[in-house]
């Protein structure tokens, strides 16, 4: 069993940054890729970025790509997603998601999700 814990949500300006935390648990946590989820209200879930615990090959959504950058402490256990240049359209709950499938971007290869976290953009 794999259990994901997300934090650091919240408010923020446009154009502002902010840093999400994933705190992963369970054996077999090191056989997935770790990645990042949002959904917006009205909206279907949209793929955000994803990383590889083992070397660190990461892969972007357009529409985060050169804004957002996911990073990994294999030490700890925990990926994190910085955030900037955030815009009134980022709002949504982010999900932290581990994925069976290196490359992939659908909700339908993750096998784990985290409870969510809100992250608002005031504009």
């Known amino acids: 069993q794999v259990q994901l814990v997300e934090s650091g949500g919240g408010l923020v300006q446009a154009g502002g940054s902010l840093r999400l935390s994933c705190a992963a648990s369970?054996?077999?946590?090191?056989?997935?890729?770790m990645g990042w989820f949002r959904q917006a209200p009205g909206k279907e879930r949209e793929f955000v970025t994803a990383i590889r615990w083992s070397d660190s090959n990461r892969y972007y959504g357009d529409s985060v790509a050169g804004r957002f950058t996911i990073s990994r402490d294999n030490a700890k256990n925990t990926v994190y997603l910085q955030m900037t240049s955030l815009k009134p359209e980022d709002t949504a709950v982010y999900y932290c998601?581990?994925?069976?499938?290196?490359?992939?971007?659908?909700?339908?290869?993750?096998?784990?999700w985290g409870q969510g976290t809100q992250v608002t953009v005031s504009s």
């Open positions: 998601a581990a994925l069976g499938l290196y490359g992939s971007r659908r909700s339908k290869d993750v096998r784990y």
């Open positions: 369970g054996r077999t946590i090191s056989s997935y890729v």
